[in-house]
Nanobody, 125 residues
Framework: QAQVVESGGGLVHPGGSLRLSCTASASGDIFKINSMGWYRQAPGRERDLVATITSENRTDYGDSVKGRFTINRASTKNTMYLQMNSLKPEDTAVYYC?????????????????WGQGTQVTVSS
């Protein structure tokens, strides 16, 4: 399994910006991330897609964040960022990073889908 760590959450006024970071790591001679993504969950609500990015840099965004949020990956391919602009109170949630891929050896590869612990984003005046 991969270890996933998020950071960058905090309190921001409406219209402000934040950048979230996520780093994934795993043991083994082979470590391949197929996709990474951000999901968010507010109390009493389901966890919803924010944005995803594949190893080929294909991106997908939830309708509510298109034009405001941008997802990208560092050149090392194990670190992902979410640039959040024009933040609204409705964006308030715990944001979770997810990484999917394979790790292990040539003879024994394991698939994984691993979640971080979440980082709180609060948009309030």
């Amino acid at each position: 399994q991969a270890q996933v760590v998020e950071s960058g959450g905090g309190l921001v006024h409406p219209g402000g910006s934040l950048r979230l970071s996520c780093t994934a790591s795993a043991s083994g001679d082979i470590f391949k991330i197929n996709s990474m993504g951000w999901y968010r969950q507010a109390p009493g609500r389901e966890r919803d897609l924010v944005a995803t990015i594949t190893s080929e840099n294909r991106t997908d965004y939830g309708d509510s964040v298109k034009g405001r949020f941008t997802i990208n990956r560092a050149s090392t391919k194990n670190t992902m960022y979410l640039q959040m602009n024009s933040l609204k109170p409705e964006d308030t949630a715990v944001y979770y990073c997810n990484a999917k891929g394979h790790n292990g050896t040539y003879y024994y590869l394991r698939s994984f889908s691993s979640w971080g612990q979440g980082t709180q984003v609060t948009v309030s005046s």
